[in-house]
């Protein structure tokens, strides 16, 4: 394929143009495709899937205890519901999730001070999905537990900082429209607001701002390849322009992999407390648990900063959509609403008034809610009950592994494959104990300087579109990875999800890249004889 060709296809999304490299790889049938392009894990979380099913084969035996007419189930009745559940589980002990749950139930009721009828009520009723979430914000024993994960897992296990409101959602790119709406509605972003954008980024985060439902001049807060993908003091300095109304970050870093360091952490924090305290922070925290002693912007800014985080990377639930917003209950959000002028008030006065008798007060959170049901339909609102019960039995899975024996063995697994990339290619690979290792970033040019030569780098460069190494990887070598440089990345670097391939794939992709690298050296030289 010719550059014109090449030039057209690089105005797609990456995550758009992967689709077209994943045709070109299928189409070399002598070759098993390879496709490191999406961060879809190709593991899950066996146990609290385990406690999901047998929970719910125990909601269906309940629930005929209150309805007399074959193949019919009623609702549960919560009276003696935790003792009805103990027996259950004793009688089905060794059965897989059983001891998950035993042990799920005892953490409840006497770390949680939860009592054990309620909380097996509401699970048993969301699990068998016969009710409307209520609250349509999220369940309420069910946002207790989900917060006390947030608080161990993004905030270190800090009491203050961990005094949050969540709201569950249909995965994390449902919170992130939902939020950006409600923002806009509720005017504590306009169009044509100038926002930082913490890049190299997840490309849809680099698109959003630019449609015309928002219209945001986007300016870039770049973390620095040779550091690591660390955020230098310089690049967050440009955050204390009190004209930058929001600064918005995937932490760990996508496609850098890397988190925030703590002194970048605490340099957003003492802008926002002293030169720029009006600026919204949102972070989407999704790869935190990827690494140990994570602390997220939540932990430090509390009163500026919106939290996304989903489940679906570290339990290998892409599938379920499960995310939560999560926003300090002492904040700025409702402190501007508060301070609108009164033709935006009684404006959002009308737009909330058939929700709450006082819409005055009704938190963002709250309309977050509603927006997201187009407000007429709040009473509808809330992500599914069977949805929420997962993110419960994720939560407590994680709560009750005191020795945090998941945690290092999910970071073992992209940990191993980060390493065997590397050797494959033949270079040291990067070391930081910031990094969540879920993806990587190489930089070909980088790359081709360090192995051959300065004058062979920018000749890649000068002489081929930046996708082109991308697409031969596919076309020849049935290798689909993402361009880097649609996530705001270095030209012609790729980026590698170590989540969703076998371990020994990324030896044969790291051989790959670098057999690749070598034939366009080969085509070099003799461009010279």
């Known amino acids: 394929m010719g550059r014109a060709e090449e030039k057209a296809y690089e105005r797609l999304s990456p995550f758009e143009l992967k689709n077209k490299l994943i045709d070109m790889a299928q189409s070399n049938h002598e070759k098993l495709m390879l496709n490191a392009g999406r961060g879809n894990p190709n593991w899950i979380a066996i146990e609290p899937r385990h406690g999901f099913f047998q929970l719910g084969l125990f909601a269906l035996e309940d629930s005929k205890k209150n309805f007399n007419r074959p193949e019919f189930g009623g609702v549960p009745i919560q009276k003696d519901i935790a003792k009805r559940f103990e027996e259950f589980l004793g009688k089905n002990s060794g059965t897989p999730g059983i001891a998950f749950l035993t042990k799920a139930l005892a953490h409840v009721k006497n770390e949680l001070k939860i009592d054990a009828d309620a909380f097996v009520f509401e699970m048993v009723d969301a699990i068998l999905g016969d009710h409307y979430p209520t609250p349509p914000r999220m369940l309420t024993l069910s946002e207790k537990i989900v917060h006390e994960y947030l608080k161990i897992e993004m905030c270190g296990g800090d009491e203050k900082s961990a005094n949050l409101d969540l709201f569950a959602t249909e995965g994390g790119t449902a919170a992130i429209q939902y939020l950006f709406n409600s923002l806009m509605e509720n005017h504590l972003l306009h169009k044509g607001d100038k926002i930082a954008i913490g890049t190299p980024i997840f490309t849809p985060y680099i698109e959003i701002p630019e449609l015309n439902d928002y219209e945001f ?14 955020y230098t003091k310089e690049s967050l300095e440009k955050l204390a322009d009190p004209s930058i109304k929001a600064f918005f970050l995937v932490n760990p870093s996508n496609p850098g992999s890397v988190s925030m360091h703590p002194d970048s952490r605490a340099e957003v924090a003492k802008i926002v407390k002293s030169r720029n305290k009006e600026m919204i922070i949102i972070t989407d925290d999704v790869y935190g648990t990827f690494v140990n002693d994570y602390r997220s912007l939540i932990a430090v800014a509390p009163y500026n900063t919106i939290l996304v ?104 697994i992209v940990a191993k494959r980060f390493e065997t990339l590397y050797k494959a290619v033949g270079i040291k690979h990067p070391q930081s104990k910031y990094d969540a290792h879920y993806y990587t970033i190489i930089d070909i040019p980088i790359l081709a300087a360090t192995r051959y030569s300065k004058d062979f780098s920018d000749w890649l460069l000068k002489n081929h579109e930046p996708i082109d190494f991308v697409w031969r990887l596919a076309s020849e070598k049935s290798i689909v990875l993402m361009d880097g440089g649609g996530f705001d990345a270095p030209k012609m670097s790729v980026r590698v999800s170590l989540a969703n391939l076998p371990d020994d794939a990324y030896a044969k992709i790291g051989k790959g890249i670098s057999d690749l690298l070598e034939e366009y050296h080969e085509t070099w030289q003799a461009s010279k004889k």
């Open 217 to 230: 001049v986007e300016m870039d807060c770049m973390q620095d390849e040779n550091k690591d993908w660390v």
């Open 309 to 412: 985080y989903s489940f679906s990377k570290y339990f290998g639930a892409t599938g379920w959509r499960l995310g939560v917003i999560a926003i300090h209950q002492d904040n700025i959000f409702d402190k501007k609403i508060a301070a609108l002028p009164e033709k935006m008030k009684k404006e959002l006065y009308k737009r909330y008034q058939t929700v709450v008798l006082d819409p005055n007060k009704l938190k963002l959170i709250d309309r977050m809610v509603a927006d997201s049901r187009a407000v007429a339909l709040n009473h509808t609102a809330g992500a599914s009950t069977p949805q929420q019960v997962q993110m419960v039995l994720n939560s407590l899975f994680c709560l009750i592994d005191k020795k945090g024996e998941y945690k290092k063995a999910a970071q073992s």
